[in-house]
């Protein structure tokens, strides 16, 4: 049994509307200014290598840093010209600033831009199960009148992608199909809740607990039936997520 949870929404408990390092003006947060800092600081041939693409280059150094975050290492995302590279030292953001206080988060949450976070009982589930397989950079959670959140929270990067969607054994309603340049992939219709209606192949995923399939341009976060079991049994506030069809 396969679970599939999609990216919660921005706004309360599983999305806190937040900035990077900190707000700092219209153009960007605190971590998006250290970015190009030290972008503007580099030689041109460690520019050449951090690879910064656009004619703009200030603008598409912190671009192509966040897709660390969120693409699969190696490879060229879609509609992009350029390879995710593992992050730098200097790229993970320290500390997030909430627009407003809660006494309460989700384990799972969304940071917005792709980026999920998890709070340390998820990650020791994680690590249980797949030790030394994803990338996990700790966070403070910073809130209004100098408050910081008691939870420890880490901002993850799911370094396991399985190609194993079956279209042919999903609800072809329930899916889009696109191409470009001989890639191809699948945007969902309607609620999140579709989801129940895509298939899965099992002799891809079979050993997997924690994965993004590329068909869904990693916007679904998949789960094994023992990960959810545990993080059940846990007592964790979780986003919504469905059972996915195994063929």
């Not at 603008?59 to 992050?87: A, C, D, M, Q």
């Not at 993850?156 to 194993?164: H, N, P, S």
């Not at 049994?233 to 069809?245: D, I």
């Amino acid at each position: 049994m396969v679970w599939g949870m999609p990216q919660p929404p921005l706004g309360g408990k599983f999305g806190p509307y937040n900035d990077f390092e900190g707000p700092v003006d219209n153009f960007g947060d605190g971590w998006r200014h250290r970015m190009v800092k030290h972008w503007v600081s580099q030689s041109d041939a460690e520019r050449q290598r951090l690879q910064s693409y656009l004619s703009d280059e200030e603008v598409s150094y912190p671009y192509t840093v966040t897709k660390k975050f969120t693409e699969e290492w190696g490879k060229i995302p879609l509609g992009e010209r350029f390879t995710v590279t593992p992050l730098e030292p200097h790229e993970p953001f320290e500390f997030i600033t909430l627009e407003k206080s809660f006494s309460e988060l989700a384990s799972i949450i969304n940071l917005s831009s792709g980026i999920w976070a998890v709070d340390a009982a998820v990650k020791d589930i994680f690590e249980r199960f797949e030790p030394g397989i994803h990338n996990y950079h700790e966070i403070e959670i910073r809130m209004p009148r100098s408050k910081i959140y008691s939870g420890r929270f880490y901002v993850l990067i799911v370094q396991q992608w399985i190609d194993g969607f079956a279209p042919e054994k999903s609800d072809a309603s329930k899916f889009r199909t696109y191409n470009s340049n001989g890639l191809t992939w699948y945007g969902i219709h309607g609620e999140a809740g579709v989801i129940r209606n895509l298939a899965l192949r099992n002799g891809a995923i079979e050993h997997a607990h924690v994965w993004r399939d590329p068909a869904f341009a990693g916007k679904i976060l998949c789960l094994s039936d023992t990960i959810r079991a545990e993080l059940d049994s846990a007592g964790l506030l979780l986003p919504k997520h469905w059972k996915m069809k195994v063929v």
